[in-house]
């Protein structure tokens, strides 16, 4: 029993006893079943609690006792996938992931603040070592010279890395350029030697036989020693630098001075002096050198651009810049060849020798001998003695001799002299002898005619060949701004040319003139036209013009320009005068042609003539020409709009502020035909005034008549608010045209629209008074406007009646109009079609002209080919001169809301208000008027040709009902035309 | 007798020489206040100097030609330049780079100006066109272009409310702004350089016959005819002097000629380059002078 109680003492207790579950923490049993409660929770009621169960506090600023979303590590969203987006302005960067990605900053702190990272001490083939030696690289770059010339780019070149290695080798006393084994035997021997040298002073024994031994041991180490370091350099590391960059063109291991290293240090002297030069000038002489030449020193241009016109220098080159760097320095090539030839020189190219003597020699021929009487020049057999004769005086002018068969004979006599030479006098002389017809050429009548018909042709004959010769002259000139603009046909500078062509001598250009006009047509004595043929007798200065412009047609040739005085007539009249011409000078043609003129005719032609120019440009013309040198300067004056942004740019108020832009209309030949040019009247301002005088004393009855019109002046104006779309349609519209023509003259006009014209023009006129007042109230410079429209499209109108009606009217007249409606009828295919180009302009109704003279002269002329290929050029050629010219100005006036040049505000108001007799003058001066009556008188021309045709049973009961209606005030005079055209107008 | 003595003060000489340009140097201009000049030529190299040190101040190389022209601002802020690449270069001048390049041109730019407020650049070209460009807009197209010329315009000045220009043509064209005016005067001979006088009442035309010619500008009255110099197939400057009193001129075979504006005698001529004078400036207030030529120097006279 006692042992049952001794049990207990007994009892041994081993290992460690385990925990119940009962056991663990209350804490922790409850942490476990709360969390089975938690969950069951709403999300924002549950705690987060650690295994321990105890509530994990995250700080006041890291959410307090809740820590991420609702205690989760997630967010609202939950977990996004990362996106990835790359832009061209936003790249995405590559992104590396480390370790610390993954990580949170609590993480971090965790670890202590210990980062992982890479040493770079034991970066054996690391990148900073790399970067490192590569900037040393770089460094040293800059100092050494290097294998390549030039800068290497470092792609190329890496510079070799010391690695962690190589320190360790250098830590124990390697040194760069050493080979490892070297070193070691070296070594080895040193502690050998070291080891020997302590044996032999322990032995003390001093043998010859061991001396030697140790002698020759030594020398075998000794050997080895030099040998090691004769190897140093074959088995040391990669050399840093190349001690003598290949910079030569020798093979790769020839070495020139090999037998002379005398010469190498010379050599090395002279590189490194060229170096030093080479760092500051090379581009520079580079350059030079390769666009030395024609073109401008110092200067290329662009690889990609072509040589041009612009490079080339036009400052005679040549010239010795004062400081030029080049000097410094001679030519690369220049260099080299010279070391190429001292080579030679040397003889260091030792497997060649300049021969002494060479074999081979150039073969030479000596000239040819030239014997002793050559003369070096063509002997003709008979002198030319033209070209003698030239400078020779020339022999009086004698008049013909009377019997015209003589004077042929004579005359071609002449002529054929002069072109084949005086050989063919002396057959001709021979012939006289015989033959009495040839006794002009020794004595007898027409001798002397002879003589100078001969100086005549022979100067002639010499002018023909100059030309040519003149030519060559100039083309090898400098291009001067003259030339050039003669090349381009420019017009030229009138003063500058002027010397030039007055210097040359006046008969040679007289006698040039006839020579062209000679081998085309034949020659006509203008000098001796008969009396019937000078229509324009009762003007002198027309008639002269006349007489010019008969010589320009038939003759051809070369013209001086300013024959006409140009300058006081305006385009316009130029042209109406052309047509007068064209006219009188078929009639005279056909005059000469039937051998018997029509006196009706011409007398005729005479009354219209005489009509037609009691203009005030008449009178004008009348001045005798300026003269051209005090012409100089000259001034003109066009309108001219600046873009309103300029304006404003200048700070400047924009005259033009508020006007329309003009609208470009397409820019056509007949603008510059019918809109003539302001700068005529411009210029002669003064002409005009005083011309404007005189038109007035001569004229009486005109300003009568405007005196009697200017009752009805509001009517005039209104009518013609209408022209502009009549005018153009007249001028653009296809076929219209002739419907369009016979109202805009002959029709009643409706009364109720003439009064609605009226109010428009009435409208507008005040309109610009108040815009005008209200400028000038501000204060703002207000330029001079324009014109109106009405006014100046009214005018057109008024001339062209005149003709109409004269033309009908008078018994002369309409004789005249026969003829031209034979012509016309001649050609009706022609004119029809013109008729149908309603839009044909003044140019072209000139080449209708020359049509018809073309058919005429198919007819019979013989002459006709000529005439058309020189009339047309020449008409081609006026035509486009005056196109020239006046492109610009027509330009300008077509912008007809903008003001007039010379019209000042007070003008313009005169205009509108004051009498009529001022509004008349002002007219008749415009340039319109008169360009308009142009394209009028052209188109009632086109008209009445098609009423012939037609008939039109309308336009002529009107044109009948007119004519009954005006008779008794028509047949007066001619300034009678004036009152009925402004008393139709009244109709109207 | 104080004309006499006025020219006694004219600056005859050489102060120093600016050299660096390698080839003609075709304009040098002193700046609005003279403390500074551009020079410009066949190296397509603009520089920027100070006269009165010789110091190189400053080079602009943008150029793909010759440059024949450069004005600068009022300001000195800015600079414009022209030449065979027809196109107007509108420069910053601290930073020497383009600002923007003008086009429209279809030829060589002869000349360019700034007007009064810096707003406008006016160039002429060989394209007988007369263009304006706005500075203040990104546009690089002209605001204007004037083309009523007939030849090659040599040369643009400009007023306060006038372009001025002459031309191969012959004539001087005055484009009045402010009354919508085109003013022609035909010399009849081509103009090469249009310059104003100080009064701005005058035009001095440099022409092609080796005359220079005195205008008045409102009337287009010949005042007077400058001739004894050569001048016949260059582009060559003339210009007044600061006070108007004289006249002066390069020649082609490199003197310099000072005319007395009234009687027109020449008062003096001396040998400045050894080739063609391209250009002639005048100080604005000192009688100091830049004159610049085809040999590749500037040279400042006092």
């Known amino acids: 029993m006692g042992f049952d109680d001794n049990d207990d003492d007994d009892l041994v207790v081993y290992g460690t006893p385990i925990e119940r579950e009962e056991d663990t923490s209350a804490r922790k049993r409850r942490a476990v079943a709360e969390a089975g409660q938690l969950r069951a929770l709403p999300a924002w009621k549950q705690e987060v609690r650690d295994e321990e169960g105890r509530r994990r506090f995250h700080g006041a600023f890291t959410g307090g006792f809740s820590a991420g979303y609702y205690n989760t590590v997630g967010t609202k969203e939950g977990w996004t996938p990362q996106t990835f987006t790359s832009s061209r302005k936003n790249r995405a960067e590559v992104k590396k992931q480390s370790v610390y990605s993954f990580l949170d900053e609590e993480d971090i702190k965790d670890m202590g603040g210990n980062a992982l990272e890479t040493s770079q001490q034991y970066d054996t083939f690391g990148l900073t070592a790399t970067e490192y030696a590569r900037k040393q690289a770089s460094k040293e770059q800059k100092e050494r010279p290097s294998a390549i010339p030039g800068p290497i780019p470092d792609e190329l070149v890496v510079p070799a890395t010391t690695s962690i290695g190589v320190k360790l080798l250098m830590k124990m006393g390697w040194r760069q350029g050493r080979s490892i084994r070297d070193a070691h035997t070296d070594s080895l021997y040193e502690s050998r030697r070291e080891a020997r040298k302590a044996f032999l002073a322990l032995s003390g024994i001093n043998t010859d036989g061991e001396k030697l031994q140790i002698d020759s041991h030594k020398s075998d180490k000794d050997e080895k020693a030099t040998e090691s370091l004769e190897g140093l350099h074959s088995t040391g590391n990669t050399p840093v630098y190349v001690l003598h960059p290949k910079q030569d063109l020798h093979g790769l291991g020839f070495d020139p001075f090999k037998h002379a290293p005398e010469f190498k240090d010379r050599k090395r002297l002279q590189k490194s002096a060229r170096d030093c030069n080479r760092s500051g000038v090379s581009m520079r002489g580079s350059l030079l050198i390769s666009n030395s030449g024609q073109y401008a020193p110092g200067f290329g241009i662009g690889a990609l651009e072509d040589l041009g016109v612009e490079d080339e220098d036009i400052y005679a080159s040549g010239f010795a810049y004062e400081q030029m760097e080049v000097d410094i320095e001679p030519p690369k090539t220049a260099n080299d060849s010279n070391y190429k030839l001292e080579d030679r020189k040397r003889g260091v190219f030792l497997a060649f020798k300049i021969a002494s003597s060479s074999e081979y020699k150039l073969e030479r021929f000596d000239p040819p001998d030239i014997p002793a009487n050559f003369d070096g020049r063509h002997k003709f057999l008979t002198p030319l003695q033209a070209v003698n004769n030239f400078s020779d005086l020339a022999p009086p002018e004698v008049p013909p001799p009377e019997d015209t068969s003589l004077r042929l004979l004579i005359e071609g006599c002449a002529a054929m002299v002069a072109r084949c030479g005086k050989h063919i006098e002396d057959f001709y002389k021979e012939k006289s002898k015989t033959n009495t017809q040839f006794n002009f050429l020794n004595e007898g009548d027409g001798c002397s005619y002879y003589s100078r018909k001969l100086w005549e042709y022979q100067q002639k004959y010499i002018d023909q060949r100059r030309p040519d010769t003149v030519k060559s002259k100039t083309s090898s000139d400098k291009l001067t701004a003259e030339n050039r603009g003669k090349i381009l046909g420019e017009k030229p500078l009138d003063r500058s040319t002027k010397p030039s062509s007055s210097s040359l001598p006046a008969k040679e250009t007289i006698q040039l003139q006839s020579n062209l006009g000679d081998t085309f047509v034949k020659p006509i004595s203008l000098d001796g036209l008969p009396e019937y043929e000078k229509p324009f007798r009762n003007d002198p200065a027309k008639q002269a013009r006349f007489e010019q412009f008969l010589k320009d047609k038939y003759q051809g040739g070369l013209r001086a320009a300013n024959l006409i005085p140009t300058s006081t007539m305006s385009d316009a009249d130029r042209a109406r005068e052309r047509l007068d011409f064209e006219a009188a000078a078929e009639t005279i043609e056909k005059g000469k042609e039937k051998k018997a003129l029509d006196p009706l005719s011409l007398l005729g032609l005479t009354g ?231 839009p044909s302009d003044n140019a072209e109704r000139l080449d209708l002209k020359y049509e018809k003279q073309e058919h005429r002269a198919e007819k019979g002329s013989l002459h006709y080919s000529h005439r058309q290929t020189q009339s047309v050029g020449l008409d081609s050629d006026s035509t486009s001169d005056q196109h020239r010219s006046r492109k610009r100005r027509s330009r300008h006036q077509i912008r007809s809301g903008s003001p007039d040049s010379d019209s000042s505000v007070e003008r313009r108001r005169s205009k509108k208000r004051k009498s009529h007799s001022s509004h008349r003058t002002r007219r008749s001066k415009s340039p319109y008027a008169d360009s308009s009556s142009d394209s009028q008188h052209t188109k009632r021309k086109r008209r009445e040709k098609k009423r012939h045709q037609t008939r039109i049973p309308d336009t002529d009961s009107s044109d009948h009902e007119y004519e009954e209606r005006h008779k008794s005030s028509s047949r007066r005079s001619s300034d009678k035309d004036r009152s009925r055209r402004r008393s139709r107008h009244h109709k109207r | 007798m104080s004309s006499s003595a006025a020219a006694q003060r004219l600056p005859r000489s050489e102060a120093r020489v600016l050299s660096g340009h390698e080839g003609a140097v075709l304009a040098v201009r002193f700046n609005r206040d003279g403390n500074y000049c551009l020079s410009c030529g066949k190296d397509r190299i603009l520089r920027l100097w100070n006269p ?116 191969v043509d012959g004539t001087i064209r005055t484009f009045d702004i402010r009354m919508g005016r085109e003013t022609v005067d035909n010399l009849g001979h081509p103009v090469n350089c249009v310059s104003l006088s100080n009064d701005r009442n005058c035009l001095l035309a440099n022409c092609l016959d080796s005359t220079v010619r005195l205008l008045d500008k409102s009337s287009g009255e010949l005042l007077q005819e400058y001739k004894g110099h050569i001048c016949k197939s260059f582009k060559m400057d003339c210009c007044l002097t600061n006070d108007d009193a004289f006249v002066v001129g390069g020649s082609e075979d490199g003197f310099i000629f000072f005319w007395e504006l009234v009687d027109a005698p020449v008062v003096a001529s001396f040998r400045a380059h050894s080739s063609v004078v391209t250009s002639v400036s005048y100080h604005p207030t000192r009688a100091c002078m830049l004159t610049s030529s085809v040999d590749g120097t500037v040279r400042v006279w006092t």
Request: proline share 6%; net charge negative.
């Open chain 1, 608 to 838: 219209i003539n005489e009509q037609r120019f009691v203009s005030s440009t008449e009178s004008e013309k009348l001045i005798p020409a300026q003269d051209e040198k005090s012409i100089y300067p000259r001034r003109e004056e066009f309108e001219w709009r600046p873009s309103p942004i300029l304006c404003k740019r200048f700070d400047i108020v924009d005259p033009f502020m508020g006007k329309p832009m003009y609208v470009q209309r397409p820019r056509s030949k007949m603008d510059s035909l019918i809109f003539m040019s302001e700068s005529s009247t411009r210029t002669n301002d003064k002409e005009e005034s005083s011309s404007i005088a005189s038109q007035h004393t001569s004229e009486p009855g005109t300003t009568e008549i405007e005196a009697k019109g200017s009752a009805t002046d509001p009517d005039i104006g209104s009518s013609s608010m209408q022209k502009p779309v009549d005018l153009y349609k007249a001028i653009f519209s296809d076929d219209s045209d002739d419907d369009m023509d016979e109202p805009l003259t002959n029709q009643p006009v409706d009364p109720v629209k003439t009064s609605e014209d009226a109010n428009m023009v009435l409208n507008r006129l005040v309109a610009e008074d108040f815009l005008e007042s209200l400028g000038k109230e501000l204060g703002l410079d207000v330029p001079p406007e324009k014109p109106t429209p009405p006014n100046v499209l009214f005018r057109p109108e008024m001339p062209s009646t005149a003709n109409a009606s004269s033309i009908s009217r008078n018994g002369k007249a309409t004789t005249s109009q026969e003829i031209k409606e034979n012509k016309s009828s001649l050609h009706k295919a022609v004119v029809a079609n013109a008729s149908a180009d309603a």
């Open chain 2, 52 to 167: 009165h040190t010789g110091a190189l101040v400053k080079e602009y190389k943008s150029h793909g030609r010759e440059v024949r022209d450069v004005h600068s601002s009022s300001d000195n802020g800015k600079l414009v330049s022209c030449g065979g690449d027809r196109q107007v270069f509108y420069w910053d001048v601290a930073s020497a780079r383009p600002i923007r390049k003008f086009r429209g041109h279809n030829s060589e730019i002869n000349s360019v100006k700034f007007n009064e407020f810096n707003t406008v650049v006016v160039s002429a070209g060989y394209d007988r066109t007369v263009r304006a460009f706005d500075c203040r807009s990104q546009n690089s197209d002209p605001i204007q272009t004037i083309d009523t010329f007939q030849d090659s315009v040599m040369s643009v000045n400009l007023t306060n409310t006038e372009i001025i220009a002459g031309s």
